[in-house]
Each structure stands twice: as structure tokens, then as C-alpha cells.
T-cell receptor, first 110, second 113 residues
């Protein structure tokens, strides 16, 4: 049973559009929420992360929104570019172990 | 600085065969992890080693064994491969200090026929 539920499974967005990926969790012991980006044939790489005492974090075109009371967090990719086409995983950390969502494949059409 | 390296990159096994996946990191990290990635399942933790000399089961340990050979190396062994173990395997390391970033290797694609 996955501890972090992620949706949608895939999405297609036009260049310049906004991609939104949502995640939800139940375990209140999670203390760190990273997002990983994975390109085909490569290992995941950390994209951006947030702690539960912060409601929003922005790095360039990527923003995490965090709702502690609802136990939900989301990734927004602004001004999506073809180079953003990848699979994105949300995750949650407890005691140095990561629990991953199932992943979202994002395709950006030029 | 190679980061996390894994060998082999690809492997095909017959049911019942055994093999060891190798992982090494040169970042002086304390913790190391083995994951498997299957379509629609994300990455699932098989085993991890919080520090040299210790190993613990993760979410899906059945059919696997691990060895933390030293601080740099963490191997994953399949004693009797089964088709259900067809997957992409990733090794990762983590410093346990500073940012919570796990560094992943490039993966091993394993097919069991």
C-alpha cells in the first residue's frame, strides 16, 4: 500500500502552460517532502523540496504548495518547456527513508 | 567524482539463476539504499543501510539479500531469480547531514525469463 498517493498518472501540456501534480499522504510522521525528476534511462534527481512548516516554496519555474492540515502537497511547473518532459515523483521522508508516489509523466508539446 | 555507480547496466537471467548487483558511491555518504522501479508503482525500497555495518528491510525485501561491504559499497543479491523480479533497480546514497537529498545511480535493468 503506497503511503503517498500521486495524481494524475500522466498529463500533456502546451509549451508555456502550467503543469500541476498533486500528492496526498496519511503518515503525520513525515518531515520532509521532496520532488524528484527522472528522464528516460536515468536515475531520479532532486528537483525541489519543502518542510511541513512552510506553505510554499518557489525555485525558478517550479513551486511546491503544501497544506499540512489537508495532508496534501502539489508541484506547479510554470511556463512549461519541452525540456521539462519527464516523470515526476513526489516523496515523503521519515527517519531517512523515502516513500515515493507512483509518478506522473509530463509531456510538453511545442 | 563519479557519484553513485551501478553495475551491470543490463542483465537477463533465467528463472532460478542468481546474481549480485553492485553499487558504489564516492561521496563519503553514511546511508545507502536499494530500490526497485516498476511501471505505475513508483520506487519501492528493498533494503537500506543506515550506516556501515547495519542493514534493514524496506517495503519489499522478499527474495533479496544485501551486503554493506564497506562505507562505499552496497550490493544486492538475488539468490533464485523469479520473473516477478523483472524491474529496474536503483541504488542511492544519502549523507544523513545537511539537505535531505538522496543521490541515485543510473539503474540496472533486469529481466528474468
Amino acid at each position: 500500500q503506497q503511503q503517498v498517493k500521486q495524481s494524475p498518472q500522466s498529463l500533456i501540456v502546451q509549451k508555456g502552460g502550467i503543469s500541476i501534480i498533486n500528492c496526498a499522504y496519511e503518515n503525520t510522521a513525515f518531515d520532509y517532502f521532496p520532488w524528484y525528476q527522472q528522464f528516460p534511462g536515468k536515475g531520479p534527481a532532486l528537483l525541489i523540496a519543502i518542510r511541513p512548516d512552510v506553505s510554499e516554496k518557489k525555485e525558478g519555474r517550479f513551486t511546491i504548495s503544501f497544506n499540512k492540515s489537508a495532508k496534501q502537497f502539489s508541484l506547479h511547473i510554470m511556463d512549461s518547456q519541452p525540456g521539462d518532459s519527464a516523470t515526476y515523483f513526489c516523496a515523503a521522508t521519515n527517519d531517512y527513508k523515502l516513500s515515493f508516489g507512483a509518478g506522473t509523466t509530463v509531456t510538453v508539446r511545442a | 567524482n563519479a557519484g553513485v555507480t551501478q553495475t551491470p547496466k543490463f542483465q537477463v537471467l533465467k528463472t532460478g539463476q542468481s546474481m549480485t548487483l553492485q553499487c558504489a558511491q564516492d561521496m563519503n555518504h553514511n546511508s545507502m539504499y536499494w530500490y526497485r522501479q516498476d511501471p505505475g508503482m513508483g520506487l519501492r525500497l528493498i533494503y537500506y543501510s543506515a550506516s556501515e555495518g547495519t542493514t534493514d528491510k524496506g517495503e519489499v525485501p522478499n527474495g533479496y539479500n544485501v551486503s554493506r561491504l564497506n562505507k562505499r559499497e552496497f550490493s544486492l543479491r538475488l539468490e533464485s531469480a523469479a520473473p516477478s523480479q523483472t524491474s529496474v533497480y536503483f541504488c542511492a546514497s544519502f549523507p544523513r547531514q545537511g539537505p535531505y537529498e538522496q543521490y541515485f545511480g543510473p539503474g540496472t535493468r533486469l529481466t528474468v525469463t
